[in-house]
């Protein structure tokens, strides 16, 4: 509830004085949506009290209620007026109402009391009282200085029609197109309640083979220039008066098509040179590979390339990059991990140790794939397996592990760890 107090310069009217008088509220009654949620930008209203109270009074009280919209800021010289915007809740059907619960007039009298003159105060209160009622206030010389009249009056409302617009919610707007496709996509969005018209735009050399405006375009099809990236832009209005209208909009990327993965041996044996390749693109106009330091690489800035390692027979690994270029961008890059020569002799170290388990981690050649079996005899059962190895251990007796990695140029030497249970649970034994 918002209490404002007023001085009103308030015309005589010919009333009979029976503490009745006839109130209202005038004010726009056909109105439109405040959809920036300020009081500067968007519509606001100016609703005033306006009634045929009691000849003569200058002061009036006025308690004031708002439904479905926000108070904007009075005139600080008028208090007369009212000033509201109408929220827009998106189409619903709530009520939006100013209304007037309360009001108070007064006027002073002069008049005789004894041998002086006396400054009466008389005043009606309308809205209190479920009767009308008078009261008299008596001074020490018996005269009566103030008068209130209590008189019944119903809330005073006005109602009136509030036009209104929905939100956008998107329902395909990609935000990312890749260089040089040119197959039309379409972009879409649901509609919008009490939209009449919707109207798109379109990046700068752009193609739609579907309409931009329109009463029920809410989708268009386009075909993307070869490069440009840009902005897709809706806006939704509507035509009853208010011109109120919504927008969304998606900024459009164009990077350029990942690289497909690298295609080439997970291993290059000493001294020999191995092929690794991406499949071409006619767009890009460079590929830049990088190697570990020392490797030898023949075919910079094509798709395809040839590594010559360094000789060595348990010299690791390491990874190949490789990514495109259109003379402009970079593709993300692509890598592969690759092993050189036979796969280095495996290691592990103990992660954790608790009561009943152990965790190990297997150290293995990069490029190459670490394998585990239960046995190793010529009709083992050899499957893949993580790098990081947990390990119940038995309430007696051993349990046998063997690891070992393979790739391209051979396999590492196998490793074999025995776990032990109690008395030495969890105790490791290499051979």
Request: proline share 6%; hydrophobic share 30%; charged share 10%.
């Amino acid at each position: 509830m918002k209490k404002i107090t007023f001085i009103l310069t308030i015309l005589a009217f010919s009333l009979s004085n029976n503490l009745k008088a006839d109130w209202g509220i005038s004010g726009a009654t056909n109105t439109c949506a405040n959809l920036s949620g300020d009081c500067i930008n968007q519509p606001t209203y100016t609703y005033s009290l306006i009634g045929n109270p009691i000849p003569g009074t200058t002061i009036l009280t006025v308690d004031w209620h708002l439904l479905g919209g926000l108070e904007c800021s009075n005139d600080l010289f008028d208090y007369s007026i009212y000033k509201v915007k109408w929220d827009n809740d998106e189409c619903s059907s709530n009520t939006h109402k100013v209304s007037v619960s309360s009001i108070t007039i007064y006027k002073t009298n002069y008049i005789s009391c004894g041998s002086g003159t006396l400054y009466q105060t008389e005043k009606w209160i309308y809205g209190y009282t479920s009767s009308n009622s008078t009261d008299n206030h008596y001074n020490s010389s018996g005269c009566i200085d103030f008068i209130t009249h209590y008189v019944n009056m119903n809330e005073i409302s006005l109602s009136p029609t509030v036009a209104k617009i929905g939100s956008i919610s998107s329902l395909n707007m990609p935000t990312s197109i890749y260089k040089y496709n040119q197959t039309p996509i379409t972009y879409s969005i649901y509609g919008v309640c009490s939209a009449s018209n919707y109207t798109w735009t379109i990046p700068s050399g752009w193609s739609a083979t579907t309409s931009l405006s329109g009463p029920t375009c809410t989708s268009i099809t386009v075909i993307p220039s070869l490069t440009g990236a840009g902005t897709i832009n809706v806006v939704a209005c509507n035509n009853n008066g208010c011109n109120l209208c919504v927008s969304k909009s998606v900024s459009v990327a164009r990077p350029l098509l990942p690289l497909s993965p690298i295609v080439g041996p997970d291993a290059i044996c000493s001294y020999k040179s191995m092929k690794y390749t991406v499949p071409a693109n006619s767009y890009f106009t460079n590929y830049v590979w990088t190697v570990p330091s020392g490797w030898i690489i023949n075919g910079q800035g094509s798709n395809t390339i040839y590594i010559t390692p360094p000789s060595s027979t348990y010299s690791g690994g390491g990874t190949i990059t490789v990514k495109g270029s259109d003379g402009i961008d970079f593709t993300p890059q692509q890598q592969k991990i690759v092993g050189i020569g036979i796969p280095t002799p495996i290691t592990y170290t103990v992660v954790t140790s608790a009561n009943i388990e152990n965790t190990y981690s297997i150290n293995y050649m990069l490029g190459s794939t670490l394998y585990k079996s239960n046995s190793n005899t010529t009709n083992s059962v050899w499957s893949t397996t993580n790098a990081v190895f947990h390990y119940f251990w038995p309430m007696s007796g051993t349990d046998e592990f063997y690891f070992k990695s393979v790739n391209t140029c051979g396999a590492s030497p196998v490793k074999k760890i025995i776990m032990h249970g109690n008395p030495c649970p969890g105790c490791p034994v290499e051979y």
